[in-house]
């Protein structure tokens, strides 16, 4: 019985932490942390990854929190259901605190936001809009969602999370130090290995969603191609081509073979994770296995930078 009890509490606590988008706060502010040091830039400090861990699990929890489905069959909205009052003061306590961060920070540091040029204004500002746009905009003649165009969803959400982890801890760091924000070859690269990386990621959990989205007519790269032709002409070539850029990037830089073999893990990794899609899988193996490549590629390229 004192077994059995454990067990749940386990679960219990696996479910607050996925399903509340805890972990992906996490997965934030690893990604984050390892675009600073593959570009050699100094760690921005506690505020900013606090920052960047709460607005992301902000963001993420905010459907579930504004819909109501209780007859939904889907893991997490059942959860959220069951939680709604937990999860509203969740929401409301996080809230607070990010507004509560913002002013501290311009309070301390308007000086350095009334220098802040054009260019940086506009960095700023395009990804929060273009992740607005994701879950959809009222106007005064209708809906605007990018979630509705099925195969161009994972794309954004992968430009949205670049920007994040790539663009905005070099670009708050140049703030501070008053220096001009300015791309640069290894920039670009991790920008782009970030928005493919993750956009694979997200077409796999399209997988999930299939009978929804072919219900709701939602043209999805499954439910356009079928399964069998997502994993082995999509997720695969790609995950391939990712593999393949980065080892030619590596050998013309020459990185020493620890760090190119701790980079590759997550690739490879991903032909596997690809393949283990044929067969139907529980919510949380898609929250753990697949959501925690994002958080395996972040450590393996830190250590790869700092050891190797």
């Keep these: 019985m004192k077994q059995l009890q454990l067990w749940d509490k386990r679960q219990g606590l696996i479910k607050f932490v996925f399903f509340s988008n805890y972990f992906y706060g996490i997965c934030a502010v690893a990604l984050s942390i390892e675009a600073m040091v593959q570009q050699s830039v100094p760690l921005d400090g506690f505020f900013y990854f606090f920052i960047v861990f709460i607005a992301t699990t902000l963001y993420y929890a905010y459907p ?170 999509i997720l695969i070539p790609l995950a391939i081509i990712g593999l393949i850029t980065f080892l030619m990037y590596a050998i013309a830089h020459h990185f020493s073979v620890g760090r190119i073999t701790l980079n590759a893990i997550p690739f490879i990794l991903l032909f596997a994770v690809s393949y283990s899609l044929h067969r139907r899988r529980p919510l949380l193996y898609y929250l753990i296995v697949i959501d925690g490549l994002m958080l395996l590629k972040a450590i393996c390229g830190i250590f790869g930078k700092v050891y190797f």
């Design 64 to 233: 579930y929190i504004r819909a109501s489905a209780a007859g939904s069959s889907n893991p997490r909205t059942k959860w959220y259901v069951n939680h709604r009052n937990m999860m509203r003061w969740n929401q409301i306590i996080i809230t607070i605190i990010l507004l509560l961060a913002l002013v501290f920070f311009l309070r301390d540091d308007w000086s350095f936001v009334r220098a802040i040029p054009i260019g940086s204004w506009v960095l700023i500002f395009i990804f929060p809009v273009v992740a607005a746009l994701y879950y959809g905009i009222d106007f005064v003649h209708g809906h605007f969602n990018i979630r509705k165009v099925g195969w161009l969803k994972p794309f954004i959400i992968g430009f949205t999370w670049a920007g994040l982890v790539n663009v905005y801890p070099v670009l708050y760091y140049d703030i501070m130090h008053k220096i001009t924000f300015q791309t640069n070859e290894i920039g670009g690269l991790l920008f782009i290995k970030n928005f493919m990386f993750i956009t694979v990621l997200c077409i796999m959990f399209d997988i999930k969603d299939y009978a929804g989205d072919y219900c709701t007519q939602v043209k999805t790269f499954v439910v356009d191609f079928g399964l069998r032709k997502t994993i082995f002409y």
